[in-house]
């Protein structure tokens, strides 16, 4: 049985128009998708709670927080057992560094996106606390060049 929700073009613009800009008020929203203000309400609400809408955020320059660098970890753990598996997870997750954490199917074992200062603490960052972490087999990282497309 899937959770699937069945949209329609005008969620599907809703959606388009939310992720756009979060803040828009209904009002401006509705006139945007060509409806009235309380059936915008109902249709924003109904994807709120299908969980379609999971919430609202600040996008915020990692630059300005002098965490300009950002580096993508493929990471390949030696663990098997579930204990190993989650306190990793626990431990990376913690990381203010770590802005993005995925565990994956296949090689790598997770993928990580961190936000450092520079390349030294890029390299405190990868040697200071990755590489030391239990479980660790191998890690490569890739340093960004530029940003081509971020969706929030």
């Given amino acids: 049985m899937s959770n699937e929700v ?3 073009s005008t969620d599907r613009e809703i959606l388009f128009h939310l992720r756009e800009d979060g803040r828009l008020t209904n ?3 509705a006139k945007r998708v060509g409806l009235t203000p309380p059936p915008c309400l109902r249709r924003v609400r109904r994807l709120e709670e299908a969980g379609v809408i999971t919430g609202y955020r600040a996008l915020i320059d990692p630059a300005t927080l002098g ?12 663990a098997n ?28 074992d997770y993928f990580i996106r961190a936000a450092v200062a520079d390349h030294a603490a890029c390299e405190a960052f990868l040697t200071g606390k990755l590489a030391g972490l239990p479980g660790v087999l191998r890690f490569t ?5 530029k940003t081509i497309k971020s969706v929030g």
Avoid: C, W
């Avoid at 965490?67 to 030696?78: A, H, N, P, Q, S």
């Fill in 6 to 8: 069945v949209l329609d």
């Fill in 27 to 29: 009002v401006e929203l």
């Fill in 67 to 78: 965490r300009g660098l950002e580096v993508l970890i493929d990471v390949e753990i030696y």
């Fill in 81 to 108: 057992d579930r204990k190993s598996f989650e306190d990793f997870e626990k431990t990376v997750a913690s990381y203010e560094e770590v802005i993005e954490f995925r565990r994956m199917y296949g090689r790598p």
């Fill in 141 to 145: 990282s890739h340093l960004t060049m």
